[in-house]
């Protein structure tokens, strides 16, 4: 029988039996969680504002969802969806169709996790082009495994682990609060968009380009959300060069913008798009959703996998889209979205070292600086900023490629008095902590 283990000791016991590269984002504990608190190993309750990394839209353990894994657990775990076929994919294909048609005709693969998406949707996009490049940008992370990661921008997660895949280039994302000094943004937009046909002549043809893969809100680099104009011209561009636009919803998607996608908030519609996260709320399940055209380019046996569609991550992946639908996910989205934007706006005139704030919906997000300098990040205060919080009773976690930027993922069913009392940790956390000499 399992005994109560104090945080101490379980983060001692992490240090000697898990490898020390699993990092920690936040020097907490975790023993329950419901709602928007998770319990910790010593009893006290935290407030929680990472939402397992974006994965709880919904709320930690929703009963709906809790009954559904209980109630297929006793009936089918395991038997892989390429050996039999069973309905509850069907189901969640059919629903997941339903919330993001891309054309007049979808199909869908269901993964286990975001990378996982992102490795299947570059090889989809690569059968059904006949071409091997892909482009991605600066800040972007799609994930650790070996595509997503040669995808991923940030080098500390990369050290060591080259070679990387061949044929993937890598353009500048359109990051305005850094770069856009003398643009209004329609004009910093179509300077990048103008960059992008110069780069087909001087780094890869257009020809070669198999996709573009794009996060319309980039997560771990620092929820930087690109411009309306930049997104609908580059989908014009992918139509009229024959390359296929991938958009990666893994972070935003699930009413966390204050929509089910944040593609929905730009008028455009995806060739692919790739899902995970908030769709089983914590069970290990993703998604590959594309025009049937595409999907059908493939190969047989090229896509697919032993675990992909587990039926117990389909009850919870379904039971979640339901129970979202019942309280209105993206109302609540945009509640929690306005509410954080008021107060990090407020932070932002009363402590010089927040250089922006920036985010949609309830992707919100403020970047620590020194100086008021976009280009001097503060990471220190923003480790230390977390550490503050976490002894207050507050989850928090950083993004962004230097670590400064802190980003708010709290479960949108949080209700408005316990976001308030966390946004007030976080804001009295910036008044007595010394800034970084």
């Known amino acids: 029988m399992l005994t109560m283990q104090h945080s101490t ?28 608190l ?4 010593d009893g006290r309750e935290m407030i929680d504002f990472a939402g397992g990394i974006g994965v709880v839209n919904a709320g930690h353990c929703p009963p709906p969802v809790v009954e559904a894994i209980a109630r297929q657990a006793a009936s089918l775990i395991h038997c892989s969806f390429n050996v039999a076929t069973y309905d509850l994919y069907m189901q969640l ?31 989809i996009a690569r059968q059904a082009t006949g071409r091997p490049a892909v482009i991605a940008f600066n800040n ?18 990369k050290l060591g682990c080259g070679p990387f895949a061949p044929e993937v280039y890598r353009i500048p994302f359109p990051d305005y609060y850094r770069y856009g000094g003398g643009f209004n943004l329609d004009e910093f937009s179509d300077y990048h968009l103008r960059e992008l046909e110069d780069f087909f002549h001087v780094q890869v043809p257009a020809e070669q380009v198999a ?5 319309p809100v980039q997560g771990e680099g620092g929820f930087n959300v690109v411009p309306q104009k930049y997104l609908t011209g580059l989908r014009q561009i992918c139509d009229k060069k024959g390359i296929l636009l991938i958009l990666d919803e893994v972070q935003s998607g699930f009413g966390r913008t204050g929509k089910w996608a ?15 996260k908030s769709l089983g709320s914590g069970m290990p399940i993703g998604a590959v959703l594309g025009r049937a055209a595409i999907m059908d380019a493939c190969m047989p046996s090229t896509i697919g996998g032993t675990y992909p569609g587990n039926p117990v ?27 954080v934007r008021e107060r990090f706006e407020m932070f932002k005139q009363k402590f010089p070292v927040i250089g922006d704030v920036r985010g949609l919906g309830a992707m919100m997000a403020f970047e620590l600086v020194k100086e008021k300098d976009p280009f001097k990040p ?37 209700e408005p008095a316990l976001l308030n009392k966390g946004l007030d940790i976080i804001e009295k956390g910036l008044e007595i902590l010394p800034t970084s000499r």
């Open 140 to 157: 972007a992370f799609h994930g650790r495994t070996m595509m997503a990661m040669t995808l991923t921008s940030k080098v500390g997660y």
């Open 313 to 339: 991550c389909c009850a919870a992946a379904l039971a979640t889209l339901r129970y979202m639908e019942e309280i209105d996910i993206n109302a609540l989205g945009r509640q929690v979205g306005a509410i």
């Open 38 to 41: 998770i319990t910790d190993a």
């Open 211 to 215: 996709a573009i893969i794009i996060e």
């Open 262 to 276: 944040a593609y929905q908030h730009y008028d455009i519609v995806p060739d692919l798009s790739v899902w995970a």
């Open 378 to 414: 503060d990471a220190d205060l923003c480790k230390r900023l977390i550490a503050y919080c976490a002894g207050q009773g507050l989850i928090l976690i950083s993004a962004g490629v230097n670590g400064n930027v802190i980003r708010i993922l709290s479960p949108l069913v949080i």
């Open 93 to 123: 294909a059919e629903k997941l169709v339903s919330l993001f048609p891309h054309g007049e005709y979808t199909k869908v693969m269901l993964t286990n996790s975001g990378a996982e998406s992102v490795e299947n949707a570059v090889k």
């Open 9 to 36: 000791e379980i983060l001692n016991r992490r240090k000697k039996f898990v490898p020390d590269a699993i990092g920690i984002f936040n020097p907490s504990t975790a023993a329950s969680a419901s709602g928007s």
